[in-house]
């Protein structure tokens, strides 16, 4: 058994070590966020939060995460009670398919909880890695922008008038 | 007896420091050093178009953008922070904007800032920009490089002041030690292709800039030529017979990585090395060929690892051993710091038993000196360059913390590098993961 701390809950996970993150997400936590997308780590779309910094689940085996903190999207919030960065990509409509927003929403959390109000090119810097084949990158990083300003108070949340 | 020692050598030191620095000033503008153009030289606008064609490889083997340029900033523009020892030097901008580049600069003013290292306004420059390679450029291929520069857009870019604690008077003492000028003279002991890759090696592509180390006053040591450096944190590896690649290069397998980053016996040209193959990619072949001649002769019968780990090669004696070792082993949960079970869970899906990653074995980032490069390329991965193909390796920066990365470092070094354990892991483990900041300055 292998203890998992996800979004601030522990976890006791029957699996084998070696398996990635994001089976035991999906199909033991029915934690579907995270989403498959290459099973390489050069897409992003399973990406989560490990000890703060955006990490590939889809590659990393739960061997190396007992007693760290891992967040999910479902830590940021849920459909009623959406997060603020959740709520600035609804703002922003942020998604097209939609199926790299999960990993894309991730990765932007990282960056705000180190950096509240980062420039336009250290979030085209710290993004780059999030591939979205529908092409809304530039909602996207209206979408980050727009939270750093909601999660400092500088405009409120919700939706635009 | 002994106390009084230090009391007489430090005086004795200031005063030659004292002599030098003075030596030093008056040398700093030798009448033989004032412009040799009129004030305002506008560059001749009917370069011939071959001239600029093979002033735009020579540049390339020179790899002028890749410090010329800031990260994101216009090509050659300057504004790309240097970090040295002796404090920051900022990429000068050399596209021919006549106020912030060098529109103003004559040919004869381009070349002997490349033969001697000094600026149009007779000003020593600093040897982060080195002289004490392209000296030895023949006249003809500095004037193709001028004609390619020349014909570049002009881009307004002011450089950033230099913050650097050596005063530029002092670099006249430098030049006197270490600076040989001239061109080289061909060895008649080998052919033709082995000579012209010794000039490209030795001059324009300055590869011992990174690949020779430097004593305390910043200049390569002479008899450790190409025994490897260091660049940017990064490990520059020898090039020599002491060269660590764990199998032979071939002539083959070197014009294959410079020119495409990637050799399958060998691996991924990453870090500063990337932006050197991709400027070789765009250079007829016949040149990076003449290197890779020359440099697969100064490695010759090299002593590296190579002895013990060719067994594991492709095809060796100890190739079925990998297989063995795939990520079907069961692996024990309590074994979250065990560098066997890191690699077997975390890498050997990719590396393991010839799948697409490489074999380490067959890498020189587990056989080379220090582990800069692997725990570098483990952090933050292979990425190809922006909007091109090439090879990828996904970061681990976020998956392996401090007490697992160190520990999966020790063990890839014993288990596939062959060698001795590297000192002080953790303390480059520390180095690597302190976050980038670039001082770069980028013209807008």
Known sequence: MITLNVNGRAHEVDADPATPLLYVLRNDLKLNGAKFGCGLGQCGACTVMVDGEAVYSCLTPILLLQGRAIKTLEGLGSAERPGPLQQAFIDEQAAQCGYCIPGMIMRAQALLERNPSPSDDEIRAHMNPGLCRCGTHIRILRAVHRASKTMQGAIPGGKRA | ?444
């Not at chain 2, 000068?92 to 529109?103: A, H, L, V």
């Not at chain 2, 038993?353 to 080379?368: E, N």
Request: aromatic share 6%; hydrophobic share 40%; glycine share 10%.
């Open chain 2, 1 to 444: 007896m002994e106390r009084t020692r230090p009391s007489k050598i430090i005086p004795a030191l200031i005063g030659a420091l004292a002599v030098a620095i003075g030596f030093a000033w008056a040398m700093d503008r030798h009448a033989s050093f004032a412009s040799t153009a009129s004030p305002s030289s506008p560059p001749d606008a009917t370069y011939d178009p071959t001239l600029i064609a093979k002033g735009a490889w020579l540049a390339a083997i020179g790899n002028c953008n890749t410090c010329h340029t800031a990260s994101n900033g216009r090509t050659f523009a300057g504004g790309r922070a240097l970090s040295t020892p002796f404090g920051t030097i900022y990429a000068t901008n050399i596209t021919p904007d006549p106020e912030t580049g060098i529109g103003r600069w004559s040919r004869s003013d381009f070349l002997r800032a490349m033969q001697q290292g000094v600026d149009r306004e007779g000003r020593h420059l600093y040897p982060a920009f080195p002289y004490d390679h392209f000296t030895h450029v023949a006249d003809e291929d500095v004037n193709a490089i001028y004609a390619f520069l020349m014909t570049r857009d002009p881009v307004r870019a002011q450089t950033p002041a230099n913050r650097i604690l050596v005063p530029r008077p002092a670099i006249a003492v430098w030049k006197a030690l270490y600076l040989k000028p001239g061109p080289l003279v061909p060895d008649a002991a080998h052919d033709a292709s082995w000579n012209r890759g010794r000039y490209l090696v030795d001059g324009l592509a300055h590869c011992g800039a990174c690949h020779t180390p430097r004593n305390a006053l910043g200049a390569e040591k002479e008899r450790e030529d190409l025994a490897g450096g260091t660049a940017e944190g990064w490990q520059a590896p020898a090039l020599n017979e002491t060269s660590p690649a764990p199998s032979l290069w071939t002539t083959e397998q070197l014009v294959a990585y410079l020119r495409t980053g990637f050799s399958a016996g060998h691996g991924t040209a990453a870090g500063t090395m990337a932006p050197v193959a991709h400027n070789l990619s765009t250079v007829p072949e016949v040149e990076v060929k003449a290197i890779a001649v020359y440099i697969a002769a100064r490695m010759g019968a090299s002593t590296g690892a190579r002895a013990t780990a060719a067994g594991n090669a492709p095809g060796g004696p100890g190739a079925a051993e990998w297989s063995a070792r795939g990520e079907d082993v069961p692996v024990d949960a309590n074994k979250a710091t065990d560098g066997d079970a890191i690699y077997r869970t975390a890498c050997a899906d990719c590396h393991d038993g010839g799948r697409r990653g490489i074999a380490l074995d067959l890498s020189t980032s587990v056989t080379d000196t220090t582990p800069a490069n692997l725990i570098r390329v483990t952090l933050d991965g292979i990425h190809p360059r922006e909007g091109e193909k090439g090879e990828l390796m996904p970061a681990f920066r976020g998956a392996l913390d401090d007490t697992q990365l160190a520990p999966l470092i020790v063990f890839l070094r014993t288990r596939f590098g062959h060698a001795p354990p590297w000192q002080d892991v953790g303390g480059e483990v520390a180095r690597a993961k302190r976050p980038l900041e670039s001082e770069d300055r980028k013209s807008s």
